[in-house]
């Protein structure tokens, strides 16, 4: 016999459907050949900020698994009507801290400047001995209530240390990033629906974290750190100091991801996967919604399938959709 949900609460397997159809029309994801294999944890009895925090502890459980890392997304109850709903507000469950010094340069990943110190006004309490990877505690907001904070278990977060299989003064670095990125301020929309806490996490491409969280000039920087180990000349831009730093670094995040056991993909399969995907969805007569400019990889561009054609740009629902900052 099976149970009829009542109105307005879809049955889980219905919304796990709407969340895995929410991830395939996202445009700006490479990774959509897996769209299929979503899990879904199913949190939306969760009421107090306690439960919200025990249940996004229970996501990263999951979805690291050892490194074998599962796609899930954990769904909180809907917002009613234009109701706040459950808010986190981090904007990815690891994220590391940002701490501006007193000669303006920053200590951390610069894009938590100033959600740290909102923290910090919060109440949060920075490690005596601040670091460039002190974990954020989660920020989590029930209606009607101050947002709550919750420092995570370490036995949760699995971070891996970063080294190059050839250049042995890499390790000394002291690179490290966290093995799951798990999205946590995006809305899900559909079916009449929104559920504004909907934390979801599939597995790293290298180039995320090589290319972007340590190459940006805005993130940690490390290029010019990197070329000047190896010995590069960093006087002239055509000898492609930036350039080769990038391989090396790129080199060393998917070594260390492959030696720690944790699951990755370089920019190359990925790309491979994704025409793989187009072509899958061809057959099923499902047009395929795409953003050039998030799906190129930031690094050698053109020597990837997914640079060499253009993608329709409509945003079918349901969908993963940015919302409006919490804090
Ligand atoms: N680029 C983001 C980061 O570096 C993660 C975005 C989601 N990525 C993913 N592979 N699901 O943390």
Redesign the pocket.
Known sequence: MSVTPPPGRPSAETLSDLAKTAWRNNARCI?RLHWNTLELLDARTATSADEVFEACVAHLRFSTNGGRVRSAVTVFAPAEGDERGIRIWNR?LLRYAGYRARDGSVLGDPDQLEFTEKLIGLGWQPPADRGAFDLLPLAIEIPGDRPRLYPLPSDAVLEVPISHPELSWFAGLGLKWHAV?V?SDMALVGDGLRFPAAPF?????GT??AS??FGDESRYNVLPLVADRMGLDRRARRMLWKDRALVELNTAVLHSFREAGVAIVDHHTASAQFVQHLKNEETCGRPVPGDWSWLVPPMSGSACPVFHRYYDSPQPGPAFVDQPRAW
Do not use: F, V
Request: glycine letters at 16%.
């Open positions: 990774g990815q990125p999205i996490s599939g597995h790293y491409m995320e974290i972007r969280n």
